[in-house]
């Protein structure tokens, strides 16, 4: 079983819906909680971290679940411009030990 | 955020040949970089942790004899793919840490690699 595990998608959604992604992980002992977007054939970009009370940016809001050991990602009013790999990265913590999902892709048409 | 730039972006070798990758902090001294590696429609995978003026951290399954980092200075980390081979061929992307948590990593562009 991976450590973080993502949907892969892909979610193909037409302009302006809502979508979530949901990503597990399975080290409990992880500390620390972030999703990335990733456009083709680019480096990973930081969209947000994630943190136990949720945090809300703009039409993006993330969720943890330190119980359940998983986080969300929800898209709301989705653009173009949103098409992308959402990357769900967690941080073991003990150093830089950082471990990235495969990404889930989605596709907003028009 | 630092900027990290990554040259050459892109490059196209003969199996068997060598590859130097390098991986510039444009505006930070970074004492700590990060080598990854992704191939298509997989996650990054950490290659090693590089350390200014000490030798580097391999990860797991990652040879250290093939993956040649150097990491001579604050500003200038290099990955040579040795004798490179068909299945080497990956998107490289290093970074550059700020602190102990990943938000403070600045990612290079990346160099895509492909081996004939």
């Known amino acids: 079983r991976k450590e973080v595990e993502q949907d892969p998608g892909p979610f193909n959604v037409p302009e302006g819906a809502t979508v979530a992604f949901n990503c597990t992980y399975s080290?409990?002992?992880?500390?620390?909680f972030f999703w990335y977007r990733q456009d083709c054939r680019k480096e990973p970009k930081l969209l947000m971290s994630?943190?136990?009370s949720g945090n809300e940016d703009g039409r993006f809001t993330a969720q943890l679940n330190r119980a359940s050991q998983y986080i969300s990602l929800l898209i709301r009013d989705s653009k173009l411009s949103d098409s992308a790999t959402y990357l769900c990265v967690v941080n073991r913590g003990g150093g830089f030990k950082t471990i990235f999902g495969a990404g889930t892709r989605l596709f907003v048409k028009a | 955020g630092a900027v990290v730039s990554q040259h050459p972006s892109w490059v196209i070798c003969k199996s068997g040949t060598s590859v130097k990758i390098e991986c510039r902090s444009l505006?930070?001294?970074?004492?700590?970089m990060f080598w990854y590696r992704q191939f298509p429609k997989q996650s990054l995978m950490l290659m090693a942790t590089?350390?200014?003026?000490?030798?580097?951290?391999?990860e797991q399954g990652v040879e250290k004899d093939k993956f040649l980092i150097n990491h001579a200075s604050l500003t200038l980390s290099t990955l040579t793919v040795t004798s490179a081979h068909p299945e080497d061929s990956s998107f490289y992307i290093c970074?550059?840490?700020?602190?102990?948590?990943?938000?403070?990593?600045?990612f290079g562009p990346g160099t895509r690699l492909t081996v004939l």
């Open positions: 590089s350390n200014e003026g000490s030798k580097a951290t391999y």
């Open positions: 994630v943190y136990s």
């Open positions: 505006d930070f001294q970074a004492t700590t």
């Open positions: 970074s550059v840490a700020h602190g102990r948590a990943p938000d403070t990593q600045y």
């Open positions: 080290n409990s002992a992880s500390q620390s």
